[in-house]
């Protein structure tokens, strides 16, 4: 039988934050990742910021032709009100896209994506960076490393 290197599900996986860390297995295989700053800018409104994460979803569900799932990391407790309330309006946009787009999404705690991309639940940020520098992806941010630990969580354990 001949095989192909073609995956049936296109696969987000998400850091969610005013810096939001991405990864993305396209059908290809091809693994992309990066960061895009959700920072409200200057004579923004506090929605601003939502939207446009709401319009970058809907580019990279564009340029890929459709996701079949998104993972998150599940954030319980933040350090600062702020971060709390930037994660919730983030979290909000995305889950509500996805329904609107029938997407399945699921949250992944913090503590199994840090355990299993470093075999320990409490590791540190530079720990994480570490495990995915280790699988050969050359991550510059601490976001960018989460969102692959995340995606490498989802292909080993959710048969995506």
């Known amino acids: 039988m001949e095989s192909n290197n073609t995956f049936q599900t296109v696969t987000l996986a998400l850091d ?3 810096t939001t860390g991405w990864a993305l297995r396209p059908r290809d ?3 992309a990742h990066g960061f895009v700053s959700f920072k409200t800018q200057r004579f923004e409104g506090g929605g601003m910021r ?4 709401k319009n970058w979803l809907a580019e990279i569900k564009n340029i890929t032709g459709d996701i ?5 990391e599940e954030v319980r407790r933040h350090v600062g009100v702020d971060a709390a309330h930037v994660y919730g309006g983030l979290m909000a946009t995305l889950t509500t896209w996805c329904e609107h787009h029938r ?3 699921q949250g992944v705690p913090v503590g199994t994506i840090k355990k299993h991309a470093t075999g320990k639940g409490n590791a540190g940020k530079g720990d994480v960076i570490a495990a995915m520098r280790a699988l050969g992806h050359p991550v510059t941010d601490d976001n960018e490393a ?3 630990a995340i995606l490498h969580w989802a292909i080993d354990t959710q048969e995506v």
């Open 68 to 72: 079949n799932a998104v993972y998150f």
């Open 29 to 31: 295989g091809n693994t």
């Open 146 to 148: 989460d969102a692959l």
């Open 50 to 53: 939502f939207l446009r994460f």
């Open 16 to 18: 969610l934050g005013t």
């Open 103 to 105: 997407i399945p999404y």
